[in-house]
């Protein structure tokens, strides 16, 4: 293990290693309380893993887990985790270059592409130090996710107040520290802050998932500049 970790070490750096693993903790938490939710809502254990290995979008599973206890029926409840998801259309074109050049590999990539890695990625700016952060990020939270999923289901047998831990609040909690260090940027926080402006006021008027896309308007809205043209010399 001790060897493992030296090589993520040496190929992403400490500080970045670090916060990847910071983050594989809180993703790890928060599947323990997905886990325990959906069981002591009354599903077996089969689903909220079976979800965790083919989904793998907490925010959908979330939400489809949340509709389907509420009394909604099954494909209402699979197409807004599909409008959930939708924002990784954009993320797959901005991260398409770590993903590889083969079919079962950019398959596997894709299945990997979660807000947390995306964030990661985009963050880094040297095409070794992408990758690097995409895959070890990407595979890392897989594995907790599942094993916190995993352990959550078998809380949620003996557990009947999950609400009393609060552990759902680490999700927002890990997204909104990945984006921080990004908004010391001008043009990024004006984007970011539209986009949050829109969301909030689209929210009650929208199907639930519709506010996050919409909120992508920020980002065509605060367009980065164009590159000054070269000057022409004489001849």
């Not at 270059?97 to 894709?110: E, Q």
């Not at 690097?132 to 959550?152: I, K, M």
Request: with cysteine; glycine share 10%; net charge positive.
């Amino acid at each position: 293990m001790r060897s493992i970790w030296r090589t993520v070490d040496e190929k992403l750096g400490r500080r970045l290693a670090r916060d990847i693993a910071l983050v594989l903790v809180a993703d790890g938490l928060v599947g323990v309380s997905f886990g325990a939710i959906a069981v002591s809502d009354g599903f077996p254990i089969w689903v909220p893993m079976l979800l965790s290995l083919f989904v793998f979008a907490g925010a959908a599973q979330f939400m489809f887990i949340g509709l389907v206890a509420a009394g909604g029926a099954l494909v209402p409840a699979v197409l807004a985790g599909l409008v959930v998801n939708a924002r990784h259309l954009p993320f797959g074109f901005a991260v398409a270059d770590v993903l590889g050049s083969t079919l079962p590999r950019r398959a596997i990539g894709s299945h990997l592409m979660i807000d947390e890695t995306v964030a990661f990625t985009l963050a880094q700016h040297d095409p070794a130090r992408r990758r690097a952060a995409y895959w070890t990020c990407g595979v890392g939270l897989f594995g907790c996710w599942n094993v916190g999923v995993l352990l959550g289901s078998i809380a949620g047998t003996v557990i009947t107040d999950t609400d009393a831990f609060g552990l759902d609040a680490a999700f927002p909690a890990v997204l909104l520290a990945l984006v921080l260090p990004s908004l010391r940027d001008r043009r990024t926080f004006l984007a970011a802050a539209v986009g949050v402006a829109i969301a909030l006021a689209s929210t009650p008027f929208v199907p639930a998932g519709l506010p996050v896309l919409l909120a992508l308007i920020g980002v065509a809205v605060v367009r980065p500049k164009a590159p000054a043209p070269a000057p022409i010399e004489a001849a």
